[in-house]
């Protein structure tokens, strides 16, 4: 759980820090509606870009900013609906879309979310503590770019084989970055490196999103709400808000699922995650190239019991998909199918995982044999901008992107998606994958054995949490008073 407990005596010490920074925390209300935000910071954010190294940029962590990338306001909730043509079902699939957020990325949100609860109580000093973030992408450099506002030393942990871009950017923002072995697939090497942190005695503050409540808790009132509002402009009468459906990765994102369903109790929630390494699928193991998503384990703050699906994914049909979304031939060919050139020009703003997060809500869609009525909702968490060298790396590797190869990808990824490896999960299925946190979390990263049985069998564990979200926004009210910045 999130301790709230204030540090009366380091907060002075903080606030003087933060107040020297210029920096106003931001509440999540006001992530939730932008129409909160004082006058003051949006006049102040008419001369910013979205991904300056400014703290008035904090205010931009929402799912409502204007979609420019300098001087924006805020407006509607940003998403794009994908017409049948391109999907292949008649249900309608909307996607959130990521790119508008600092960073490029809404992963900035969650560490946004495991930060300020510490800072807030004076737990976290930014003036002489070191924060660390570890990833396999999106997070840590959503924590990098938080720490650079307060001023704050940062240590970006992530996979040497993630892609050049997220490195490229993270050397311009982070402290120190720690390459750890693997790719996507290897977190627990990079859970590793945080104990080998940890027992340096260096002082530092380890925010790690798989076991940060923090970040189950920032999706609940801000991502959430957020399809909640697009729910509400694009709904007829008659139509149906069926499920959401997203990879797992840390298991933040699909914390707004809790939230819909508490809302829409017929509605469904529905994990991801890649067939070449099944994890809740077969308790299995492996590697795959949907960067950013993590495997090989359960994340701690994954609320397994209200999880409805297991999907499994194709990397190929991932890759194949931002080939076919990005190269000329695959757009040239989609327009040849009925796809309207509007959105085509939208594709880009799917990176990798955006494109798996869209396969997972067609095969919802499949599964169910939904109609037009039918409402879907996932994430694109980023866009291509993070993986125009993963472009290149393929065209070197299979050479250019051909009509030939379009259509391949288009009839067998898109139309042809099949229901194959998808599992409605039971009682004793969603029990098994929750039994598996035990490894990783009990036995290896000291984690409770009272709080696994608690998280299974106490459905206020999960509601408990989401219940800060009040608290903590009077503890970012008092700091702000405290600061004089308020």
Request: glycine content about 10%.
């Amino acid at each position: 759980m999130i301790d709230l407990t204030v540090d009366e005596a380091t907060l002075e010490a903080v606030a003087v820090h933060t107040r020297d920074r210029g920096v106003r925390v931001p509440t999540l209300a006001q992530m939730r509606d932008p129409g909160l935000i004082p006058s003051d910071v949006r006049e102040g954010l008419e001369d910013i870009g979205l991904w300056d190294l400014h703290p008035l940029n904090l205010f931009r962590i929402t799912w409502h900013n204007q979609p420019v990338s300098r001087g924006g306001g805020f407006g509607g909730v940003n998403y794009v609906e994908w017409p049948s043509e391109l999907t292949g079902v008649d249900a309608r699939i909307i996607s959130l879309i990521g790119k508008w957020f600092p960073t490029g990325a809404h992963k900035v949100g969650a560490a946004f979310g495991c930060l300020v609860p510490r800072l807030v109580t004076g737990q976290f000093d930014p003036g002489s503590q070191k924060a660390v973030w570890p990833s396999t992408g999106n997070y840590c450099r959503g924590g990098a770019y938080d720490s650079n506002l307060l001023g704050c030393e940062s240590i970006a942990i992530l996979p040497e084989g993630m892609s050049r871009e997220r490195f490229e950017w993270l050397q311009t923002v982070a402290g120190e970055i720690i390459k750890t072995p693997g790719s996507e697939s290897n977190v627990k090497e990079i859970f590793d490196k945080c104990n080998e942190l940890a027992a340096s005695g260096e002082d530092l503050v380890i925010c790690n999103q798989d076991d940060e409540s923090a970040n189950y808790l920032w999706h609940v009132p801000v991502t959430g709400p957020a399809v909640e509002e697009v729910l509400a402009e694009v709904m007829g009468e008659g139509d149906r808000y069926r499920g959401f459906a997203v990879t797992t990765g840390s298991a933040g994102t699909i914390a707004a699922g809790d939230y819909l369903k508490q809302r829409f109790p017929g509605s469904v929630i529905a994990g991801g995650e890649a067939i070449q390494c099944p994890t809740m699928l077969l308790n299995g193991f492996g590697e795959h190239r949907i960067e950013g998503i993590g495997d090989k384990h359960i994340p701690w703050v994954h609320n397994v019991k209200n999880t409805d699906f297991a999907i499994g994914l194709d990397d190929e049909a991932a890759m194949s998909l931002t080939r076919l979304f990005n190269e000329a031939a695959g757009q040239e060919y989609l327009v040849s199918r009925g796809v309207d050139p509007d959105v085509i020009e939208g594709l880009p703003l799917l990176g990798i995982s955006g494109a798996a997060n869209l396969l997972s809500a067609i095969k919802l869609a499949k599964y169910y044999e939904m109609t037009g009525r039918d409402i879907v909702v996932t994430i694109a968490t980023d866009s291509m901008d993070m993986y125009r060298s993963r472009l290149h790396e393929l065209s070197e590797d299979r050479g250019t992107f051909t009509t030939h190869d379009a259509v391949a990808a288009y009839h067998r990824h898109l139309l042809g998606t099949s229901t194959e490896h998808v599992h409605e999960l039971g009682y004793y299925d969603r029990k098994r994958i929750h039994n598996l946190k035990y490894y990783t979390w009990v036995e290896q990263q000291g984690k409770t054995y009272e709080e696994i049985q608690v998280q299974w069998y106490d459905d206020d564990y999960w509601t408990g949490i989401q219940a800060l979200a009040d608290p903590i926004d009077r503890l970012i009210a008092e700091f702000n008073s405290l600061t004089g910045l308020g």
